[in-house]
């Protein structure tokens, strides 16, 4: 039951905290600079991506994936024992 006293008042003390400002510690020569200049997201994303086709690219290479694994999986059965 005592630590349950503790909490409210550690949450007390963590308000109570003094933080540092932060207001004008920039440099001088920042604070004049110019914004940066801002592009459309279109150009930096590249062309759009199909779904479907890159569905099925997705679908050919997992089902690949699996006849080999399925393979592998054969080939560990059948091996004979030492």
Known sequence: MKP???IPLMLICAA???F???DGREAPDLRKAPYPRLI???DTLGPPV???NEAVEV????L???EALARK???LQNAPTN
């Open 20 to 22: 540092p400002e932060l």
């Open 50 to 52: 199909d779904p479907v």
């Open 64 to 66: 690949a994936r699996s």
């Open 73 to 75: 999986a054969q080939a």
């Open 16 to 18: 109570c905290a003094d």
């Open 59 to 62: 679908e050919d290479d997992l």
């Open 40 to 42: 459309p997201l279109q």
């Open 4 to 6: 349950l006293i503790l």
